[in-house]
């Protein structure tokens, strides 16, 4: 059985930081790729970053700059650091997981994973 953990979420200053997590359990590590996908209120979800099965991140045009995802040596935790945060970043933060991955590949679709975490709120304030 696939978990996904998030935690880290809550409320910034416009131009502050966040980091959240995601602690990954019941996945094949050698195979699966993960990432973070965002959905703000009355908004259909969006891409954040995902990171191919080697652990390159592709990034939101949006987040370039300022947000960086890494996944840990084991690939059980993913991380999202998050900087100079913008009201605009204000949504639910969802990571996301998929087993068979090819390599070299970044899923960018919501619809190419097919474990999702519960999510955790960021809210950014001007």
């Known amino acids: 059985q696939v978990q996904l953990v998030e935690s880290g979420g809550g409320s910034a200053q416009s131009g502050g930081s966040l980091r959240l997590s995601c602690v990954a359990s019941?996945?094949?590590?050698?195979?699966?790729?993960m990432g973070w996908f965002r959905q703000a209120a009355g908004q259909e979800r969006e891409k954040v970053a995902v990171?191919?099965?080697?652990?390159?991140?592709s990034y939101a045009d949006s987040v370039k700059g300022r947000f960086t995802a890494s996944q840990d040596n084991t690939k059980n935790t993913l991380t999202l650091q998050m900087n100079n945060l913008k009201p605009e970043d204000t949504a639910m933060y969802y990571c996301?997981?998929?087993?068979?991955?090819?390599?070299?590949?970044?899923?960018?679709?919501?619809?190419?994973?097919?474990?999702w975490g519960q999510g955790t709120q960021v809210t950014v304030s001007s």
């Open positions: 996301v997981a998929r087993a068979g991955c090819r390599p070299f590949a970044a899923y960018v679709q919501s619809r190419s994973y097919e474990y």
């Open positions: 019941g996945i094949s590590y050698s195979n699966g790729c």
């Open positions: 990171l191919t099965t080697e652990g390159t991140p």
